[in-house]
Every structure is written in structure tokens, then in C-alpha cells.
T-cell receptor
């Protein structure tokens, strides 16, 4: 089955700096890669996703890149703000499996003012 | 976006009792729902796939007799933790896809077994 590895487990940046979180996956059949932000005690919130037919997707300060050959994908947050502080999870799945997500271990991002 | 509602949000129960958690899709029909468990400072681990009108599919290592799943309608799946013990204390969260793979999550249930 699918296995997703995520690094780093914790990340501390100064406000305004960029943050990068990386994930690798094992199942070459996976074709959908969402990223979630989770605040303590809350449900995960989808912040961006990418399908395997594209290599990069951007939404304002957030971007995701995908390298299918190497089976890794990354989240890039630019101009970080204190409100970006949260735990971020990557996930992988088959698009037609309807949301059966395998999550990475999570990255606790701390943005210091 | 689509709404998935989970109830209760918090529950405290005594060791040995059973607890039922409900997951409802409020504005769409979900033939499939997923149940995850999240221990403190850990990731979401897929427990099982809930299938409307048929048996749930459990992930390796998840005891199907302990975590009973029922998906009796197109908008409701329930997870019952039977004979709960303190080690079952966790954050349980359901999700339902509406189209494709985007998963809509319930609010989660914080279970504490004392």
C-alpha cells in the first residue's frame, strides 16, 4: 500500500521568510496530492492540491510542486505570517478512490513575529 | 463547500463502555466515508472505509470487532468503539468525498476513556 514520508517534523521561520515542506510517496499509481493545515483540535483544512498531470500549482502565497519520477512533492509558503503557524500534512491517494487519503507524519510550522 | 457534520465533538466515557460517533453528510450523498484516528501530535491514520449498504473495509491492524462501522444510509456513517479502554482515547475524525478525491472532514470527536 501507499506510504508517505514528510519532512521536517518541525519548522521555525521568521515572519516574511519562506517555508518548504517535503513529502515522498511510495505508490507510483497515486495521482492526487493534497496539502492540509490543521489547527489544534480542529479538522484538517485543504489549502492546495495537485494532480499528477501537472508539475506545479500556485495559489497566492502557497505553491506545490510535484516530481512524479522521483515520487516527491513539496509545499512552498512565501512571505510567511504568524497565522500560518499550524501543523501541515501532505497526503497521497488515487483520484478515483474518493478521498481515501494516506497522510504524511505532519510538520509543525512556527512563524515568529 | 460541502458540509460534513460529526457528533459528538467531545465524549468522556468509563472504561468498558461503548461509544457511538456519528458522521453525516449534510448537503450531498456519500456512498463512501472514511474514519481516521489521530493521537496527540501524530498524523491521521486511516482506520476503515465505510461503504453504504455493505461491510466496512478495515485497514491492517484495526480490530473490526472493536470498531464497529455502520453505513445504513447515503448520509450517515457511525463508528462505535466497543468496550473502550484508556488506550482508545484519541481524536476520531470522519471524511466524505463529494466528487473526485476532495475529502470533506467532520469536526472530529475527542474521546477520553477514564
Amino acid at each position: 500500500g501507499e506510504n508517505v514520508e514528510q519532512h521536517p517534523s518541525t519548522l521555525s521561520v521568521q515572519e516574511g521568510d519562506s517555508a518548504v515542506i517535503k513529502c515522498t510517496y511510495s505508490d507510483s499509481a497515486s495521482n492526487y496530492f493534497p496539502w492540509y493545515k490543521q489547527e489544534l483540535g480542529k479538522r484538517p483544512q485543504l489549502i492546495i492540491d495537485i494532480r499528477s498531470n501537472v508539475g506545479e500549482k500556485k495559489d497566492q502565497r502557497i505553491a506545490v510542486t510535484l516530481n512524479k519520477t522521483a515520487k516527491h512533492f513539496s509545499l512552498h509558503i512565501t512571505e510567511t505570517q504568524p497565522e500560518d503557524s499550524a501543523v501541515y500534512f501532505c497526503a497521497a491517494t488515487l483520484y478515483n478512490q474518493g478521498g481515501k487519503l494516506i497522510f504524511g507524519q505532519g510538520t509543525e510550522l512556527s512563524v515568529k513575529p | 463547500g460541502a458540509v460534513v457534520s460529526q457528533h459528538p465533538s467531545r465524549v468522556i466515557c468509563k472504561s468498558g463502555t461503548s461509544v457511538k460517533i456519528e458522521c453525516r453528510s449534510l448537503d450531498f450523498q456519500a456512498t463512501t466515508m472514511f474514519w481516521y484516528r489521530q493521537f496527540p501530535k501524530q498524523s491521521l491514520m486511516l482506520m476503515a472505509t465505510s461503504n453504504e449498504g455493505s461491510k466496512a473495509t478495515y485497514e491492517q491492524g484495526v480490530e473490526k470487532d472493536k470498531f464497529l462501522i455502520n453505513h445504513a444510509s447515503l448520509t450517515l456513517s457511525t463508528l462505535t468503539v466497543t468496550s473502550a479502554h484508556p488506550e482508545d482515547s484519541s481524536f476520531y475524525i470522519c471524511s466524505a468525498p463529494r466528487t473526485g478525491s476532495e475529502a470533506f472532514f467532520g469536526q472530529g470527536t475527542r474521546l477520553t476513556v477514564v
